[in-house]
């Protein structure tokens, strides 16, 4: 499959599983994926970013060796908030290596807190840090105050997660 071909042919959930299920387990493949997706352009990224997600949160554990690049990635400021949206998303559900847990903290943190930042980034950030509170105990003083202070001006979804985010924290 020509992932770039197939990312500006369509842009549709039947079309973001067809990827999912080509890719499967299969390391090549999720390998030729990320080459498409880093290599753009944007739009190739920005539409690449979903299946991505998809494939990571199936098979946690093969997105380590890319994720270096893909967090370069996400840093740069040009990045499309459908790219971000979706690595946060997909940070959630893998245990973040400790050589890139400072990295990936920070970017949280500065996404987390930024309003300008949508919902879904924002939110999807919060639980990354939650995540990485679990294992960094001394994160937690530095989320909590912050989700506190949100939570009143907050949309639902955001508040939603907020609180139980702050429930998991707590205990």
Request: hydrophobic share 40%.
């Amino acid at each position: 499959m020509d992932f770039k071909t197939e990312a500006l042919r369509e842009h549709s959930k039947t079309q973001c599983h067809r990827i999912v299920n080509y890719v499967g387990s299969d390391r090549q493949r999720f390998s030729a994926l990320i080459d498409a997706f880093l290599a753009g352009p944007y739009r190739v990224t920005q539409r690449l970013a979903w299946p991505l997600s998809y494939c990571v949160e199936s098979n946690k554990e093969i997105i380590t060796p890319y994720l270096g690049k893909i967090l370069t990635l996400v840093q740069q400021p040009e990045t499309h908030n459908a790219v971000k949206r979706n690595v946060l998303r997909m940070l959630q559900f893998i245990d973040i290596p400790i050589k890139q847990q400072g990295t990936v903290a920070d970017l949280c943190f500065r996404f987390f807190t930024d309003m300008r930042e949508p919902i879904a980034v924002r939110v999807f950030s919060m639980t990354v840090l939650a995540n990485l509170a679990k294992k960094l105990p001394e994160l937690k003083n530095e989320i909590l105050p912050i989700i506190e202070d949100q939570l009143p001006y907050a949309s639902a979804g955001f508040i939603s997660r907020g609180k139980k985010i702050l429930n998991e924290l707590k205990s």
